[in-house]
């Protein structure tokens, strides 16, 4: 059933990187010449408009950006009329542990823009805008050509394929927010104003880009398009669960031994993925903690991995499958530094617009940062458990929760390893002048000459310890 | 576009039934069941919500998530919830986040005590707080503009401030800067905020973040008094609240009235309040001495004026200017029938006579101030709302932004309002009865491209214009083409349609109705008709008027022909001036008398739009000055002609009597928020008054209007240039004499195009005087890109070169040159004592 077979008992089922590995396959020659835009000729000479959206609605392709929504239903909300309509791709991929588009774009660019077309005309859409971070500049670059030779052959412009129906494509590169990966954020950083999401209702399907209906997917979502067209709903209904139809390009990462992005079939055995196609940790540890859906989904510890990874399974494991990244902590990684990491992460990229977001990403770094340092309670564990939990479900964007979510299923499910680090960090280590993470050493001999095992047990019991200024000054 | 209609539904809020109109917020339909849901970011007057604090969220039974109620339109049979525990852990959270970073400083807060946060944490927040870290630091206080302070310590990154900067006054000076929790509120380069309307985010401002200076450590909210008036410095009217203190304006806050000004005040109205108290203010009564000022008492000063007055018979005049009704209604009634004279105008300089005028207050083509936010396409003509009215400017862009109205600009200068216009139309100087009349052809031909074409297939239109069409030789035929015009818009058919004029004086309307014009007593009744303002002039200059008494105008500074005016003024024998401050035209006076400001007052104006509304007393007056209806009073029965007004009630039944449309108004239909006459049931009596004009529709033929010789796109072409003035709105004593606002205090600058600034070698802040038979005026260059070739522009009432002198009602052709040096302190063509040469 695979045109390419991996050696192991999971098996890759590549569809859009199928012929990823020609490093010709960026010139439009090449990708015709393993049949593309054959689909693009069809849709524009051939096929029903109404048959296509149908299909596409028909084949359940769910977006593949991290919402999970049907791509279909979307199109099928764009309103009818002539007012100006516009499909916005959505190639801002900035979410740690996410780098299947930048693969997707990089090697297979006529593959998304065939899409675009296609989508463009089920959608009777004349402006297309490719919004792709500012980082990624080489990936820009080839689209920039690949856009150009798509307008030279007849595929983008006006009247294409004799179809009457024009496009123009943009290719435009943010400046590097994370936050316009968002998709209303995303229209006001097109609109050239701060990106800033927007209020919802009216999502974008109705009021999107200057006031007009847009149709906003993800990159891999729209280089889907071609394939189902080509193929029919059953078809690409076919891979994958019920729910969860079709190939998945996951990016693999972290402590594994094969790093990189794969493309699956949605419902295999997350432990096997990794194990299989990650190659597994390194020799000698093991797996702690890991990250199914990006650096924004509820970590999941070694006991829910016996899942299939679909859509609807994450969910339920308390989890999601965002854009497919699986981010693997092994037993090296300190729970704790990872919960500071990821929520520096989201501090820095939060947008500033909404109360719960701005003001609680802010807060739970200070937090976590008294933890690493050891200047932590055991009862702020249990604030910032009540802060995440006063995030999620507040704000006017995901960003708050994408913080909320994974450091609150650190602290719950962690939470021993929160009050060792706690009690060991005040002797082990000291805030630096800059501010900087205190190093975790437990070995260290505690200050002041005061026992390293008192100290850890009062900070277990969260009394107060004198600290390395006031033991100095004491003796 | 007409107003949407309201759609009645129910929908229940916490269990009770709550009765709103479909599509409203929430929030809003939460008040009218006496539920509060609390806001900081939400603010109706900034347009759409945009959910950012979050402080709102409430539940809603089918939604399985909190929404905010400031961006949730209510449906019928919705039902929600705002006292589970869900919402208020919510709040609760929403609160807790706020103070994060929020210093609690309240104790030296100018905020503490009318603060939304402090109020919302006692009411909606947790009663403690768990943050233990440092909160975030920045230098505090900085200026961000010479009036306003910013603390960006208290800032909760509401966004107001912002959004009124983009969205309402469009100066898009405000900005977020950086991200997250590193946010905060500035502009580019840290440059100051310069814009009029500015002091309205201090106002905004739910928190200590933004203070103006003028009130910074004034006083606390405890020791305040709060007192509504109206602003009467220009003819916008806004509505004001006066924070009194020890009997003191400290501070001017707008009064939301959404029919006059929806609730914002430009800096004028705001920061003008130092005015009261500036050394400048004429505080008691004032004789000369062999020329020198000297006080004196009531009675001695009653004396002198009436005594001055009485000595020159008949041949007497008055001129009113800043007053309410009532002192203008016993003005003229002083100079009707205590003098036995029928000179008397408001205006500043003559336009349209009666005929013309009882048409233009017909009811039925009178627009409101609330017609503009749903017309179709509104027309401002002749005038720059930015300077003579700027809360119209608010207005019009909050149509253009809020409803999509087309909006047309026709106007001689290039206008504030041009970035938002659909169509831009320039005249020359002097030549707006020749663009009326095309324009007024074109509609009537149907023409669909330009100006012609915005209006016609527009159903609402309201049409913004400037007393100063009028002006000048032409002035009449303008209005009368206007008057056409609008006949041919069938304007006078559609309840949202009509015409709205912006006149020089705040209470132009006013004084109009009340008898204040040589040709039109008290109701725009008929009357023998006495000389115009142009003619007082003359009138005095000849000898033919002896004494004159100028009510709350300043002709040398204000009127055009600066030169005729000093001259009319130095020949007259008595003059009986009424002044809040010292001018060049106190000095020529015989006696002067202190006028009470608009925070001291008790009386009414009459807004543009036929609003009738009160200036209510709120602070004491300062010094020894008396309401300025009783020194009239008085001032009348020492003339011998007995007033019979002994308060300003009665005042006002005196003018209820004598105008019929204003019958029976007393101080309480007028209420708080005004009313205009045209919507009650003694409008009819207008009628009455209009039957003795001239018949609408009239046409006026095309050779009663003079040609002009310069058109905006042809330069003459002997290198002249055609020179227009205009009043800039800070060019006005109000400025000068409140100390906060004498930064903007404008030098004189010739505005000039691009191509004649390359012709005549100009470039950006050269000096150069502005040559024109005898007058000269110096001023710097300001090339502006939208300037039409051959025409230039000054500045009316600039403390040096004002533009007055050229302005004697005929567009002038002025020469650009070097300055002379001996002109360069000396007012231009002071010197000079012939009349002002004709073109």
């Known amino acids: ?192 104003k701060r990106g800033n999401p927007r209020l919802k209702p009216p999502f974008p399907a109705v ?91 509820p970590v999941l510890t070694p006991d829910d991995l016996d899942r299939p990874y679909s859509f609807e399974s994450m969910a339920e494991a308390g989890s999601m499958l965002g854009s497919g990244s699986i981010i693997v902590a092994d037993d090296t990684v300190s729970i704790p530094h990872l919960a500071l990491r990821t929520a520096r992460f989201y501090h820095h990229e939060s947008c500033g617009k909404c109360t719960p977001c701005r003001e609680g990403t802010n807060w739970t770094v200070k937090m976590l940062e008294r933890v690493v340092r050891g200047e932590a309670t055991p009862m702020d564990l249990d604030i910032i458990s009540s802060v995440q939990k006063n995030i999620m479900g507040h704000c006017l964007c995901v960003l708050g929760d994408s913080m909320a979510m994974p450091v609150s299923a650190m602290v719950n499910k962690f939470r021993p390893e929160f009050e060792e680090v706690i009690a060991t960090a005040a002797f082990s280590g000291f805030p630096t002048a800059d501010g900087r993470e205190a190093q975790i050493d437990g070995e260290e001999p505690g200050p002041g000459g005061v026992s390293p095992e008192l100290i850890k047990q009062a900070r277990l019991a969260g009394r107060p310890v004198p600290s390395a200024a006031q033991n100095a000054g004491n003796n | 576009m007409a107003r949407p209609k309201p759609n009645p539904i129910t929908l229940t809020i916490d269990g009770r039934e709550v009765a709103a109109n479909e599509g409203m917020m929430l929030v809003d339909a939460a008040k009218l069941g006496d539920i509060e849901i609390p806001v900081f970011c939400y603010e109706p007057k900034l347009g759409q919500p945009v959910g950012a604090c979050r402080m709102c969220l409430v539940e809603i039974e089918g939604i399985p998530k909190l929404q905010t109620a400031c961006s949730t339109p209510v449906r019928d049979g919705m039902v929600v919830h705002t006292q589970t525990e869900q919402v208020k852990e919510a709040q609760n959270a929403v609160v807790e986040f706020l103070l994060v970073n929020h210093p609690l400083d309240c104790p030296v807060c100018d905020k503490g005590g009318e603060c939304p946060l402090q109020d919302i944490s006692m009411g909606w927040g947790p009663d403690r707080s768990r943050v233990v870290d440092v909160k975030r630091h920045f230098e505090k206080p900085v200026p961000l503009s010479p009036l306003i302070g910013i603390d960006r310590e208290r800032c909760i990154l509401c966004y107001r401030c912002a959004r009124f900067s983009q969205e309402v006054s469009e100066d898009q000076q405000l900005q977020l800067l950086e991200r997250g929790d590193r946010s905060y509120i500035g502009t580019f380069n840290d440059q100051p905020y310069i814009a009029p309307f500015q002091g309205n985010i201090t106002e905004l401002c739910p928190v200590g973040a933004l203070t103006s200076y003028t009130y910074r450590f004034q006083a606390r909210p405890w020791d305040i008094e709060q007192g509504g008036s109206v602003c009467t ?86 001129l009113v200017g800043d007053a309410s009704n009532e002192e203008g209604f016993i003005l003229q009634s002083i100079v009707r029938e205590g003098l036995g004279s029928k000179d008397i105008d408001s205006r500043q300089a003559p336009n349209v006579g009666r005929s013309i005028r009882v048409r233009l207050y017909d009811p039925a083509i009178t627009a409101t101030v609330a017609d503009i936010d749903t017309a179709d396409a509104v027309l401002v003509l002749g005038t720059d709302p930015i300077h003579s009215a700027p809360a119209f400017d608010l207005r019009v862009r909050k149509a253009v932004r809020r409803n999509g109205t087309a909006l047309g600009v026709a106007t001689d200068r290039p206008s504030a309002l041009d970035g938002g216009a659909t169509e831009v139309e320039r005249f020359a100087p002097g030549d707006a009865a020749g663009y009326m009349r095309q324009l007024t052809a074109a509609v009537k031909s149907g023409a669909d491209t330009g100006m012609a074409g915005l209006l016609k297939g527009a159903e609402d239109i309201v049409i913004v214009w400037g007393e100063r069409l009028g002006r000048g030789e032409n002035g009449p035929a303008a209005v009368e083409s206007l008057l056409e015009l609008s006949a041919a818009l069938e304007i006078s058919g559609k309840a949202e349609s009509g015409l709205i004029e912006i006149p020089d004086v705040a209470n132009a309307r006013g004084l109009r109705e009340v008898g204040c014009l040589p040709d039109s007593g008290p109701g725009l009744s008929e009357v023998e008709a006495g000389r115009d303002v142009e003619e007082i002039r003359a009138g005095l200059e000849s000898g033919e008027i002896k004494s004159l008494i100028l009510f709350g105008v300043d002709p040398i500074r204000d009127f055009p022909d600066t030169d005729g005016w000093r001259r009319a003024l130095e020949a007259a024998e008595h003059i009986v001036c009424f002044s809040m401050g010292a001018t060049e035209t106190t000095d020529l006076a015989t006696v002067v008398f202190p006028l009470e400001s608009h925070a001291e007052k008790d009386g009414t104006v009459t807004h543009t739009e036929g609003r009738l509304q009160r200036v209510r007393p709120s602070a004491q007056r300062p010094g020894d000055i008396r309401p300025g209806w009783m020194v009239l009073a008085e001032l009348s029965a020492a003339l011998g002609h007995e007033t019979n007004i002994h308060s300003g009630p009665e005042a006002l039944r005196a003018i209820g009597e004598a105008v019929p449309f204003y019958a029976g108004l007393t101080d309480k239909i007028i209420g708080g928020r005004g009313i205009r006459w045209q919507d009650r049931p003694e409008s009819a009596a207008f009628e009455a008054v209009a039957g003795t004009g001239v018949a609408p529709g009239a046409v ?116 650009i040159g070097k300055p002379s040096p001996k002109l360069d302190l000396v007012m231009a063509g002071a010197d000079s004592t012939e009349a002002a040469p004709e073109e």
């Not at chain 1, 960026?26 to 048959?51: C, F, H, M, N, P």
């Not at chain 1, 392709?61 to 100006?84: C, E, I, T």
Request: negative net charge; glycine residues 12%; hydrophobic residues 35%.
């Open chain 1, 207 to 297: 009021q999107g880009l200057y006031g007009g209906p847009t149709l906003i997917n993800n990159v891999e979502t729209l280089s889907n398009v071609s394939h189902v067209i080509a193929n029919g709903a059953d078809w690409f209904k076919a891979f994958g669960t019920e729910q969860s139809p079709g190939t998945k390009v996951v990016s693999i990462s972290g402590c594994v031994k094969r790093p990189g992005n794969y493309e699956v079939e949605l419902g295999l055995n997350l432990r096997d993925m990794i194990y299989e196609l990650g190659g597994g940790p390194l020799e000698g540890h093991e797996i702690k903690a890991v990250y199914p859906g990006g650096s924004s989904s």
């Open chain 2, 700 to 815: 006026v033929p095309a050779e009663a209007v003079t040609p002009v010789s310069a058109t905006p796109t042809e330069a003459s072409s002997d290198g002249t240039l055609t020179l227009g003035t205009f009043r800039d709105l800070w060019a006005n004593q109000v400025t000068e004499m409140s100390p906060a606002l004498n930064y903007l205090i404008p030098a004189q600058r010739l505005e000039v195009s691009v191509a004649d600034a390359k012709r005549l070698g100009l470039s950006r802040g050269d000096e150069v005087a502005v040559k024109s038979g005898d007058h000269e005026v110096v001023a710097r260059v300001a090339i502006r890109g939208a300037m039409p070739e051959g025409t230039c522009f000054l500045i009316e009432g600039t403390l040096e070169g004002n533009a007055n002198v050229f302005a004697n009602g005929k567009p002038a052709q002025v020469e």
């Open chain 2, 233 to 318: 410095l220009c003819p916008s009217q806004c509505n004001v609240s006066f924070t009194v203190r020890d009997e003191e304006v400290k501070r001017v806050l707008a009064r939301d009235n959404e029919a006059i000004d929806d609730g914002w005040l430009c800096d004028r109205g705001r920061y003008g309040f130092q005015a009261m108290y500036s050394q400048d203010r004429v505080l008691n009564p004032i004789r000369f001495e062999n020329g020198n000022p000297v006080p004196a008492s009531w009675a001695e000063a009653i004396e002198i004026a009436a005594g001055g007055l009485a000595a020159t018979g008949g041949r007497s005049a008055a």
């Open chain 1, 1 to 192: 059933m695979s045109p390419e077979t991996g050696t192991s008992e999971i098996v890759e089922t590549r569809v859009l990187l199928r012929h990823a590995s020609d490093p010709n396959l960026v010139k439009i020659d090449t990708y015709k010449s393993y049949g593309g835009y054959q689909t693009q000729e069809r849709a524009y000479k051939e096929l029903e408009v109404d048959w296509m959206v149908d299909q596409l609605e028909e084949s359940g392709l769910r977006g593949r950006g991290g919402a999970g929504f049907p791509m279909g239903k979307k199109v099928s909300f764009l309103p009818h009329g002539d007012q100006a309509k516009y499909l916005c791709c959505n190639a801002d991929e900035s979410e740690p542990g996410a780098f299947k588009d930048r693969e997707l774009m990089q090697r297979n660019p006529h593959q998304l823009i065939e899409g675009i077309a296609i989508a463009s005309l089920a959608g009777d859409i004349g402006h297309a805008f490719i919004f792709i971070r500012g980082e990624y500049d080489k990936q820009a670059d080839i689209l920039d050509a690949a856009v150009a030779e798509a307008y030279a052959a007849g595929y983008l412009g006006k009247n294409i394929l004799g179809s009457g129906h024009d496009l123009e494509l943009v290719v435009h590169r943010g400046a590097g927010a994370y936050i316009c990966g968002e998709e209303t954020a995303l229209l006001d950083a097109l609109e050239g």
